[in-house]
């Protein structure tokens, strides 16, 4: 028989270690949900189109990450790369930012394909948690959105990221910089391919990796110094906002990201025990994407933070989050009738929102008593002929061994007063 493996550059999320995957996607939602982000659920696919406008044609993810295929229907779809075009597309169809109350605060946690090259920190799918505020151009919202994932990533307890920030620039000052970065490009010894890259999308070039490249760059022109007023005094207002919050930042001035939809604030959160892959998360300002997607003028910001890179983040500065035990009573019947009847307490026990949990299978007490330790249960409700007999199953405190027995019929309440 064949057996069969997760495709290359996946995972699996399994117990117990899938809990800390959990508790990551929560911990990064619980400010945006205390700050008026409504959650959002788009497609795992869409129209490829949407991509191809919406992130860049000239971009890494839709040049070369994209899993795009046709439908036996002939539509031309893709798994989602990205979070943000599908956002702003379903945000656009309903017309919710028709409803009168702008910002619309969005967020949404999901996964993400992109076909890279498979190395630890990158994988072809992996999760996200996002927030986007469409529809608003307001220096305290870019702040926010900044301060929301600080606090999401500090809630965790990680203490070694940096936040980079930049501004890119609008459709006023960015395309005067874009020549005179190109100006300067052309004079530098690239490869055919960044010579390309810089004709196509001369910002992207400021992102390559490589040392040879980033040493030419040195002297490179900075969009710093090319901003017009309306972006400088809106960049100053974003800095001065988040520095009030007490939320330290980095100016990076060569700060660009792998979407071509990003205007004005653009920030990057790195981390630094995570090798090469070190961005854990990222985002900015996005004033011309509905435009770019065919919607009306919505100046919009947001960001995403990648799942997989912060459980890597957590390790890499060994913090073990503080997951309560899934189970707090376990259940050892001994014998048929036991079994009958601690089922039924099991069963009352859940209903009174007790965790609980049930030795299955006919195991003997030694087995079963083992399988309560394995699952962290604070009590083990143990019962056998004689105890049923009197009404009572015994109830063993595993954290001091202590066992006393209880009435049947007070073991729900008993249970509840000991667990609050
Ligand atoms: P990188 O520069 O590392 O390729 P990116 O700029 O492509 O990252 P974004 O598109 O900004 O990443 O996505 C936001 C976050 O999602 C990243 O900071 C990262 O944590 C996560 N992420 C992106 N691509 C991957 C991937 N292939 N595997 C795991 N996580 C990813
Ligand atoms: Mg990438």
Redesign the pocket.
């Known amino acids: 028989m064949t057996t069969f493996q997760a495709p290359k550059g996946t995972y699996d999320l399994l117990p117990p270690d899938s809990a800390t995957y959990l508790a990551v996607r929560e911990a990064i939602a619980a400010p945006l949900r205390n700050s008026g982000y409504g959650y959002i659920e788009t497609p795992g696919f869409e129209d490829v189109e949407l991509f191809a406008r919406g992130v860049g044609e000239s971009t890494d993810i839709v040049t070369k990450e994209m899993y795009a295929f046709e439908t036996k229907g002939g539509d031309r779809l893709a798994l989602r790369p990205?979070g943000t075009a599908s956002v702003l597309r379903a945000a656009l169809e309903a017309n919710l930012h028709k409803a009168g109350n702008l910002p619309v605060k969005l967020w949404y946690s999901g996964s993400y394909y992109?076909y890279?090259r498979p190395q630890k920190?990158?994988?072809r799918h992996?999760s996200?948690v996002g927030a986007e505020a469409i529809g608003a151009e307001d220096p305290a919202l870019d702040a926010e959105l900044i301060i929301l994932a600080d606090q999401a990533y500090r809630s965790l307890g990680l203490r070694n990221f940096r936040i980079l920030l930049n501004s890119l620039g609008d459709k006023e000052c960015r395309p005067v910089y874009r020549a005179a970065l190109q100006d300067f490009l052309r004079g530098l010894d690239l490869d055919e391919d960044t010579l390309r890259r810089a004709e196509i999308n001369p910002l992207r070039v400021l992102d390559d990796k490589r040392e040879a490249v980033q040493r030419q760059l040195a002297d490179a022109p900075l969009l710093r110094d090319h901003l017009c007023d309306a972006c400088k005094a809106y960049h100053e207002e974003v800095r001065e906002l988040i520095t009030a919050a007490g939320v330290a930042f980095e100016d990076d001035p060569k700060l660009v990201?792998?979407?071509d939809y990003y205007t004005r604030t653009t920030f990057e959160f790195v981390h630094g025990g995570l090798g090469s892959?070190s961005?854990?998360?990222?985002g900015g300002r996005y004033d011309g994407l509905s435009e770019m997607i065919g919607g009306p003028a919505l100046p919009s910001v947001g960001w995403?933070?990648?799942v997989?890179?912060t459980v890597l983040a957590l390790q890499a500065e060994r913090v073990t989050l503080d997951i309560p035990a899934a189970t707090s009573v376990y259940a050892v019947p001994l014998g048929e009738e036991a079994r009958r009847v601690l089922f039924g307490v099991v069963t009352e026990l859940r209903r009174a929102g007790v965790a609980a949990d049930f030795s299955f299978g006919g195991k003997g007490l030694k087995g079963a008593m083992k399988n309560a330790n394995r699952s962290g249960a604070r009590f083990a409700l143990v019962a056998g002929e004689r105890d049923l007999a009197e009404g009572t199953a015994q109830l063993k405190d595993m954290e001091s061994g202590e066992q006393v027995p209880v009435a049947l019929d007070a073991v729900v309440s008993t249970l509840r007063a000991r667990l609050a």
């Not at 961005?279 to 990222?282: F, I, Q, R, T």
């Open positions: 990205e992109r890279e920190g990158r994988y992996f996200q990201r792998g979407l892959q961005a854990v998360g990222g995403a933070l990648g997989d890179r």
